[in-house]
């Protein structure tokens, strides 16, 4: 019998807890699959009882387990805490605000049984999110993967299911400035897509704040491509070509009617353009070295500060 894991992070998710593992054990069809599971919940350094949450789950029921990290990494690092932790058959990795429907992951067992080695879910309507949310996500999706030669998916986050090939590939790759929506793509491997609606929270604000999502694009871009880099430098030679020619025109320009006195507003905005030109290219060329500069450290992704673990259990029979 093949064993699942379905891992969770979380952040300040108190009220949904409980409602998720309702979810997960009435709407997945563990016994008709013939799996076995187990539920992990990661606890991204919570500020509210969610981990106490976790800890009445343990103590009622055989199948969770749950890992606490020593401080708020991020949820790109909590996931890294699941890689490190998987040593099952699969992994489907969803969030605690049930936006994510668990009913999708008996669609998602079948087609990893037909040999689709990453089965992920792709959202048609997103309720509950404003239309500059959603615009700016689709304009940022197309900008990346334009920008990139590994392609990006559109409307595809980190609900899926991944084969044991997958999450070992993935768990190797171990930058500390992770972007792991492009990793999927960066690993390959035979994937497959289920569209879903995705709800609203069920309770509770999203974390995901104006600044957290400008910070996100800004790792996807910086992590996952270096085409502004690319960019800086064509900018480059664009100007310094418009600044030759410009050059030349002057140079005609004095030798047939004689030096001008005036043009200072000219060599102002001149001055002030190439000037805003050359702090954008070290500002990108900065993004990078900081990168590299945390990177170069090696310092561990994540500290465990507690966890609760236990062996994968087999389904129970209906009405047990």
């Known amino acids: 019998m093949k064993k699942l894991l379905l891992a969770i992070p979380c952040f300040n998710e108190e009220e949904n807890i409980a409602s998720i ?25 919570s500020r509210d009882r969610t981990l106490d949450e976790f ?83 689709k ?19 980190d609900f899926r299911l991944l084969d044991k090939k997958v999450v070992v590939a993935l768990r190797s790759l171990r930058e500390s400035q992770r972007y792991t929506k492009g990793l999927y793509n960066v690993v390959g491997f035979k994937k497959v897509a289920i569209e879903f609606d995705a709800a609203p929270r069920l309770h509770g604000k999203s974390k995901w704040s104006l600044r957290s999502l400008v ?17 800086s430098t064509f900018l480059g030679f664009i100007i310094s070509g418009f600044a030759f020619m410009y050059m030349v025109y002057v140079l005609i320009k004095t030798l047939i009617v004689g030096p001008d006195q005036s043009g200072f507003p000219t060599i102002v905005v001149l001055v002030l353009f190439l000037g805003g030109c050359i ?15 945390m990177e170069v450290k090696n310092r561990p992704l994540y500290f465990v500060e507690e966890e609760h673990v236990r062996k994968v259990i087999k389904p129970k029979s209906k009405g047990v």
């Open 21 to 45: 593992y309702d979810r997960i054990t009435t709407d997945i069809d563990f016994q008709a699959l013939s799996l076995e599971h187990e539920i992990l919940f990661i606890n991204d350094g």
């Open 139 to 157: 304009w940022f999706y197309g900008l990346l993967g334009k920008m990139s030669k590994t392609p990006v998916t559109p409307d595809a986050g």
């Open 215 to 231: 910070n996100l694009a800004l790792e996807g871009i910086t992590s996952y491509t270096t085409a502004p880099l690319r960019l």
């Open 55 to 137: 800890k009445q789950l343990v103590a009622d029921h055989d199948d969770v387990s749950y890992i606490s990290l020593s401080r708020n990494y991020g949820k790109e690092t909590a996931m890294v805490a699941a890689f490190d932790y998987f040593h099952h058959d699969a992994l489907v990795m969803m969030d605690a605000d049930l936006q994510h429907p668990p009913v999708l992951v008996n669609e998602m067992v079948k087609l990893w049984d037909l040999g689709y080695d990453d089965v992920y879910a792709k959202r048609n309507k997103r309720e509950g999110e404003s239309w500059f949310k959603i615009k700016t996500s």
């Open 279 to 293: 702090l954008i290219s070290n500002g990108i060329l900065g993004e990078y070295l900081a990168r590299v500069f």
